[in-house]
């Protein structure tokens, strides 16, 4: 095993806490049981609304928000803020602060939060329109502006921890939850905060989103079986499936978390945001492959260093493959990957947040989950895939998410 | 034509709804804002949700002088 370097010019910047609320599970312990477990969170859609629709299959949350929140704070937020205040709650007390960042004895104007998002509030928009057209303008809640914005669950969260560091909102669809993680790195070590609550959210199952995403065929469309249609790198595999959940992670200095006596999960070693500049959906190789290499180099790694990726994945016939292919050419076809999307389906803006808590608990308990659904490979798939849960030490690993726009983010974590 | 019993009890399930206000808590010497924690977004849902029930709307330089439930119920019951 490869001794890691130590990138020491600069206090290492540490994972703290976990939070998470997804369709294995409202929790992080949940879902991760179900992830070692190869549970497949993906349901029938038996609403009404879609009947008519050909994608009939989507991942809802395990636990709903509303029977989590209390009920008038849940009725004032959008779904997909009520799923990040959350997975912040949890995340926050992980960390071992209790309360306020005031009340837990942090200066609130060092503490930052950044949780980002694909498209926020849609669904409170869409009922809202909804009740416009059928009630009036009189109709409207007063409410509507609050639960849309897309800086929602960011400034929600932030008020439930007190951040005045500033409140952040990463938007860049599938890739906003890793962004999160990348931009809280960012915000330590310019020293502009000192505790940064970071995530992912999304809540957007909705017939108009859900005709949007099959109108452009990137969903899957295997209604009769949901638990076998998110199948990254397999033959079979047709398109993604739609998810709802969040995910959140506490970054800190090292220095400041061993002062305190806390527990840390994993280092965050590096963080890469490319961009491909070379279409509006479909992703350029070339593009992921700079985010991987710069990550790397930033991280002080060595490709051998990186045993375990947690891909992108999303179960679409173009994107598994070229992704795999990077993988394979930069860390070598022994790297043990996995698509946690086969179980989870595909959380857009929550994903990458997920994802890393995912990457990091793989560290923290060297254990790398399965990935399902994968019955027959594609052919020009050259990475190790296990198929179910893999024991093996995980010294260091990377954490893929690209979003349709061309935008690549490549994490990099390592044992502490 | 709602009595101001029917209209406090109706005022009382909104209050519930909107800002898990107890119907026990629900009687016309209390103050929206101060005895019942009743913030001014909440009091435009309220308004909204009295208007669907008693069909009386509230205008917006109206509400603001409703501080006490007794206030609102006096308003609805006589512009019913």
């Given at each position: 095993m490869t001794e890691l370097a130590r990138s020491s010019s600069h206090d290492d910047i540490v994972v703290v806490g976990l939070g998470a609320t997804t369709p294995l599970g409202g929790d992080v312990a949940t879902t991760w049981e179900g992830l070692l477990a190869g549970r497949s969170g993906v349901v029938a859609?038996?609403?009404?609304?879609?009947?008519?629709?050909?994608v009939r299959i989507a991942a809802r949350m395990?636990?709903?928000p509303t029977e989590v929140l209390p009920r008038v704070q849940a009725r004032r937020l959008d779904r997909s803020e009520q799923a990040a205040i959350i997975a912040a709650r949890e995340a926050w007390r992980d960390a071992?602060?209790?309360?306020?960042a005031r009340e837990a004895g942090l200066e609130p104007t060092r503490v930052a939060v950044v949780i980002g998002t694909g498209i926020g509030g849609v669904t409170s928009l869409l009922t809202q329109y909804d009740i416009l057209k059928e009630k009036?303008?009189?109709?409207?809640?007063?409410?509507l502006i609050t639960m849309n914005m897309p800086n929602g669950p960011a400034a929600h969260v932030g008020l439930e921890v007190g951040a005045q560091a500033g409140v952040h909102t990463t938007v860049s669809a599938c890739a906003s939850g890793s962004e999160a993680v990348a931009l809280g790195l960012d915000l330590l070590q310019l020293d502009r905060a000192d505790v940064v609550l970071v995530g992912g959210t999304e809540a957007c199952i909705h017939p108009l989103n859900i005709a949007g995403f099959a109108q452009m065929r990137a969903?899957?469309?295997?209604n009769d079986e949901p638990q076998r249609?998110?199948?990254?790198?397999?033959?079979?595999r047709d398109g993604f499936v739609l998810g709802e959940g969040a995910g959140c992670l506490v970054l800190e200095r090292a220095s400041s978390a061993a002062a305190r006596g806390q527990r840390v999960y994993?280092?965050?070693?590096a963080a890469a945001i490319t961009s491909d500049?070379?279409?509006?959906?479909q992703p350029d190789k070339a593009g992921q492959v700079r985010a991987l290499e710069l990550a790397l180099r930033r991280s002080g790694?060595?490709?051998?260093?990186?045993?375990?990726v947690n891909a992108?994945?999303?179960?679409?016939p173009v994107g598994d493959m070229g992704e795999a292919g990077a993988i394979a050419d930069?860390?070598?076809?022994d790297t043990v990957v996995t698509g946690t999307k086969s179980m989870t389906g595909h959380l857009l803006g929550a994903a990458g947040a997920i994802e890393s808590v995912a990457t990091v608990l793989a560290i923290h308990n060297d254990v790398v989950p399965p990935t399902i659904n994968l019955e027959d490979p594609d052919d020009d798939l050259k990475v190790d895939v296990p198929r179910t849960a893999r024991e093996m030490t995980v010294t260091a690993a990377v954490n893929n998410s690209f979003g349709f726009g061309g935008h690549n983010v490549s994490l990099v974590f390592r044992k502490a | 034509m709602a009595s101001a019993d029917e209209i406090r009890e109706g005022l009382a399930s909104i209050l519930e709804e909107v800002?898990?206000?107890?119907?026990?808590?629900?009687?016309?010497?209390?103050?929206?804002?101060?005895?019942?924690?009743?913030?001014s977004l909440s009091m435009v849902e309220v308004a909204m949700a009295a208007e669907e029930k008693f069909g009386v709307k509230i205008p917006d330089d109206e509400l603001p002088k409703l501080k006490t439930v007794g206030d609102a119920v006096a308003y609805i019951q006589s512009n019913a």
């Open positions: 859609l038996t609403d009404e609304w879609a009947a008519p629709l050909s395990a636990v709903d071992g602060f209790e309360g306020t009036g303008p009189d109709r409207v809640s007063p409410l969903m899957s469309t295997r249609a998110s199948r990254p790198w397999d033959k079979g994993a280092t965050l070693a500049a070379y279409d509006i959906v790694l060595t490709a051998a260093d990186i045993v375990h992108h994945a999303t179960s679409t930069l860390l070598g076809p | 800002a898990d206000v107890k119907a026990a808590d629900v009687s016309d010497d209390k103050s929206f804002t101060d005895d019942l924690d009743v913030d």
